[in-house]
RNA sequence: GGGGGGGUACCAGAGUGGUCAAAUGGGGCAGACUGUAAAUCUGUUGGCAACGCCUUCGGAGGUUCGAAUCCUUCUCCCCCCA
């Protein structure tokens, strides 16, 4: 549990990715053209945004800031060194990318993100860090690892020389690196863990390795982090990878996955996955999901959701998505639910079968 | 009535003597996707007791060691001239 004024962050929580758009939109004024091009660069700043959340009013056709009642969370651009590998450089002192829209060239060091996600807004700030991929030799995630700490102490630094920018209060979150190797784990979530923050993150996961090994590296973070702040798994994960990890501890996840297999036809649900491409639905004209908590759930048959991704029918990504949300975001309720009635590991096993099979 | 062009797998459309179960695209089927440059990418798509065999390029018949490809004929479609 974390409390913002944006309201508390009741754990565990999904956080569903938002969009640079809304951000625009919440800090018109606040946008300096730096960040604009940062934005342009690609989804290089993330916001993320609980659900329920209206921030946005179209009053004669322009949208403007109204405020909002959840808290409100950006990434750094620490993963895209990992996912842009070509189109970046990196350096002891930042990254420098290179726009894939225009070429032009962005200079991101611990300083400036931490500015920029300041002028954000966002209730929780992540740290600047390098996500490394797997595999990854020693010697190198030792190296980044190193730069990873030394980054955050820059933002800390730069964090507590600046004040919340729009009255309400705003914190940072570190990350935790390491790779895959044991040692370099430990070292990185003791150094996380002495930086005393409301809340700690494990980065690099989720980056190719074997979920085995996933599971194992945030175990042992886990086991470092302090249980009173929120631990927080960056970019995890499937509904299986997420009830196993709260079981190891985690309260926080974000992933593209949801969104992303939704908008190409993968459906997850209480009773597992369903690819929305098969024939099989074809003639099912049963709801999408009888225990779904959307709308769309009822409202749409399997054959309808078929029949509009086979047509290439936007529509059909577009119900997809809130289907998987809204799922994701019942998962992480239905467990808190199972942590205070005891009863989750049970519930947890029962889930994970069903939860994992192709319907 | 005269002249010309054409019928290829679910569809469109290459191929014009052996290297053709037949390019390519679409469609179909299936898979992947993990802090989002991602409404994307990949595989597969005649049959079978599959390192081989059988059936298939409008129908029938022929030439040839060998035919989707050449010849004869039938049939259907399109265009032009009357």
Excluded at 167 to 176: A, C, D, E, H, N
Excluded at 251 to 261: Q, S
């Amino acid at each position: 549990m974390l409390h913002t004024d944006h309201g508390t962050i009741e754990t565990p929580v999904f956080i569903p990715v938002g969009t640079a758009g809304t951000v625009k939109a919440v800090h018109q004024k606040e946008l300096k053209d730096d960040i604009k091009a940062q934005i342009i660069l690609g989804n290089t700043y993330h916001l993320y945004l609980r659900p329920g959340l209206d921030i946005i009013e179209k009053a004669g056709g322009i949208h403007q800031f109204i405020g909002w009642d959840k808290p409100v969370l950006t990434d750094s651009g620490g993963y895209q060194i990992y996912s842009l590998t070509d189109r970046r450089k990196i350096s002891e002192n930042g990254v420098v990318f290179q726009s894939h829209i225009d070429g032009s060239k962005h200079e991101f060091t611990p300083e400036r993100v931490v500015d920029i996600e300041r002028t954000i807004g966002a209730d929780i700030m992540m740290a600047f860090d390098e996500c490394t991929p797997f595999p990854c030799d020693y010697k190198y995630a030792k190296k980044s690892m190193l730069v990873t700490h030394k980054w955050l102490e820059r933002c800390i630094k730069r964090f507590d020389q600046t004040t919340d920018k729009f009255g309400y209060s705003q914190k940072l979150f570190p990350i935790v690196q390491g790779s895959a190797y044991k040692d370099l784990r430990q070292q990185s979530a003791e150094f996380i863990a002495g930086q005393n923050r409301e809340g700690n993150a494990i980065g690099g996961l989720s980056v190719g390795e074997p979920t085995e090994v996933m599971y194992e590296m945030t175990e042992l973070v886990c086991g470092i982090l302090p249980a009173d702040k929120l631990r927080y798994l960056m970019g995890v994960g499937t509904p299986a990878n997420i009830l196993e990890c709260i079981a190891l501890g985690v309260d926080m996840f974000d992933c593209v996955i949801p969104t992303r297999n939704a908008r190409n036809g993968m459906l997850f649900t209480g009773n597992g996955i369903m690819n929305m491409r098969n024939e099989k639905w074809k003639d099912d004209l049963g709801p999408i999901d009888n225990e779904g908590t959307s709308f769309v759930d009822r409202q749409y048959s399997k054959a309808y959701l078929r029949h509009l991704f086979v047509s290439k029918e936007i529509l059909g990504p577009m119900i997809a998505t809130l289907h998987n949300l809204a799922f994701y975001v019942w998962l992480v309720t239905e467990a808190r639910k199972q942590i205070i009635e005891n009863t989750f590991g049970t519930w947890k096993e029962k889930m994970m079968k069903q939860v994992t099979q192709r319907l």
